[in-house]
């Protein structure tokens, strides 16, 4: 757990009233009508609460006392009513609160996903998966909780309490002093919905896995979200995931809020029938109760509410705990972001130039003074040792992360300079493990140009060796992958990850070793589909097997985050320098594999 987060455990109490206010004024002040219509409805309920306990006073003395046999049908009406008018006020009540709670919960769940897909690499890689998936679902319905225990605290339990206690002292001033809480009797509950509740929560869990799926996507496959701009497509696929949710939601606050008008209204019949049968008893055997009766029934009403009451500081503070986390991540601010005078890049020959570039992840360096020209509509192609700094080189062009000194250029125009959208416009990637959305073939080769026609993707996937098996699959383009892409092989993979590149049609191109784990057949055809990509533009490839980039134009040799050789692929050969070790290294293992017993051994510098 971060140390961020354990801060926010912690709230200070002179957090708690800014906190609930920010709250109230962002998410409760879009729904003041809803929620005057929920006051009503707790005004009613209120009432009709404290003129239950206000009747008995008429009870005893109309029906037990004096015996008005005329009044004794008309108050057990009368009491009818009351309860019904209870159950229906609750009803709406709960209703009312229950969708403008799941509306809360749903535009909190927009807010933060937009906000995910706004920040920037450095936050995904120091923030667990499971803590976005907790800030997502857990700490939106915190939100919803504390609005809900102010709103019913002040709406019903205070107007409830207010009701009961003024009936209580116009009963007996002296004895509401000395008022005792007293243990109100347990109210059995009705399941006759339970059935249809049920059916709902599990569509309601099925819509609740696909928001984590989704998130899931976003969180695992950010750098291609980020590198071919599909923040929209992913916002679209989360509302329509959380729309879901909270019409299920809405469903099973419906059905569960109509357990209170049957229980309330079979209660005040219940009742009703008590009050006939044991008024006509009264009238022939005499009784005497009167306004204390009424009080101790004020009293035993006003328990709940009261104990609600004392309650509703612990409730909002261990709420608001879900509250400020949320606010944490509303309120970060990507450390990367356009400057304000930032303008679009122009892409005119595409030559990406580092110019003395240091970078560090956090402890050591990255790259120390790194400086080489990738030159326009050429191949150039980045080896060393793992760790020498060729990935951080690729995430800096695309501009994940920002240098710590030192100048990166694209036709001479600063990477700090331009917007970041105008610059992975102008790159596209095909990386070595290639992530798909679990979308159709269609779509995952359209996120390279979303307004692209359906014959410009047959296109690229014709120019990536990847029609004829997409044609083959049972629905053609439009198959689903699966998540991640599991339902295509590896080559697959690639190939529908480069017809994805074709399609952007940037003018520079970065791959990362996208042959390396592909067996001889698979790898021919994605090499030709490269080959063909790679015609025309600035390609810079990270290269783990130098027998893929012995053709480059230029290889950058990198050691320690530094440019230490650069050239041909025979100039560097013929130096006894790191290439020349590292080509000994590869060639000579893969040769001597090879080689039939008794070969000449093969000379060093001559793979």
Request: with cysteine; charged share 20%.
């Amino acid at each position: 757990m971060s140390k961020k987060t354990k801060t926010a455990e912690k709230l200070a109490p002179e957090t708690t009233i800014p906190l609930i206010r920010r709250l109230l004024l962002e998410n409760a002040r879009s729904y003041l009508r809803q929620y005057a219509v929920a006051f009503v409805f707790m005004g009613a309920v209120a009432a009709s609460t404290a003129a239950s306990a206000w009747i008995m006073k008429d009870v005893i003395n109309e029906v037990f006392i004096n015996q008005d046999k005329g009044m004794i049908v008309a108050i057990a009406l009368f009491v009818m009513a009351i309860f019904t008018v209870k159950g229906a006020s609750t009803y709406g009540q709960q209703v009312v609160l229950s969708r403008v709670g799941n509306a809360i919960v749903a535009d909190c769940q927009r807010r933060l996903f937009a906000r995910l897909l706004e920040q920037d690499m450095a936050y995904y890689s120091r923030t667990p998966l499971g803590e976005l998936t907790t800030r997502i679902q857990h700490n939106t319905s915190a939100a919803r909780a504390v609005i809900d225990l102010v709103v019913v605290s002040l709406g019903r339990d205070v107007l409830t309490i207010i009701g009961l206690v003024a009936v209580m002292i116009a009963q007996d001033p002296l004895l509401s002093l000395f008022a005792l809480v007293i243990m109100p009797p347990a109210v059995i509950g009705v399941s006759l919905l339970v059935r249809r509740v049920r059916k709902h929560a599990k569509s309601q869990f099925v819509s609740t896995t696909r928001i984590l799926s989704v998130l899931q996507e976003t969180a695992l496959g950010i750098r291609i979200v980020k590198a071919f701009g599909v923040e929209d497509r992913l916002q679209a696929a989360m509302n329509a995931a959380v729309g879901d949710v909270e019409r299920q939601a809405n469903k099973i606050a419906s059905l569960t809020a109509r357990t209170s008008p049957l229980m309330e209204t079979l209660g005040g019949f219940a009742v009703a029938l008590v009050i006939l049968y044991g008024g006509y008893s009264v009238v022939e055997m005499g009784q005497e109760p009167g306004a204390f009766f009424s009080f101790i029934t004020s009293l035993l009403l006003a328990y709940d509410p009261a104990k609600r009451l004392a309650r509703l500081q612990v409730n909002l503070t261990n709420s608001l705990v879900g509250v400020r986390l949320m606010y944490d991540l509303i309120d970060e601010e990507p450390e990367l972001k356009d400057a304000a005078d930032a303008r679009p890049l122009g892409v005119t020959a595409g030559e990406v130039r580092f110019e003395d570039v240091s970078f560090s992840y956090g402890e050591g360096s990255a790259l120390n003074g790194l400086t080489f020209v990738a030159e326009a509509g050429r191949t150039t192609a980045l080896v060393g040792a793992s760790g020498a700094g060729k990935s951080t080189v690729f995430a800096l062009i695309e501009r994940f992360y920002d240098p710590a000194s030192g100048r990166i250029a694209i036709d001479g125009q600063a990477l700090s300079g331009v917007s970041l959208a105008s610059l992975r416009r102008s790159i596209a990637y095909v990386s070595q493990d290639t992530f798909l959305f679990d979308l159709s073939v269609r779509d995952n080769i359209r996120l390279g140009r979303p307004e692209a026609s359906d014959e410009e993707v047959m296109q690229a996937a014709r120019d990536a060796n990847a029609h004829d098996f997409i044609t083959a699959m049972p629905k053609g383009y439009d198959s689903s992958v699966g998540e991640g892409g599991d339902q295509l092989s590896g080559g697959q993979r690639q190939r529908i990850a480069i017809a994805r590149a074709m399609l952007r049609n940037a003018p520079i191109l970065l791959l990362d070793e996208a042959t390396s784990a592909l067996d001889a057949e698979s790898e021919a055809k994605v090499q030709a589909a490269l080959e063909r990509l790679m015609q025309g533009r600035t390609t810079l490839v990270i290269a783990h097997r130098l027998s893929t980039v012995m053709h480059a134009d230029k290889i950058v040799v990198m050691d320690r985050g530094r440019c230490v050789e650069e050239g041909t692929h025979v100039a560097l050969n013929a130096r006894d320098g790191i290439y020349r070790r590292l080509c000994d290294l590869q060639f000579r293992a893969g040769q001597r594999e090879a080689a039939p017993a008794g070969a000449d051994p093969v000379e060093p510098g001559q793979p």
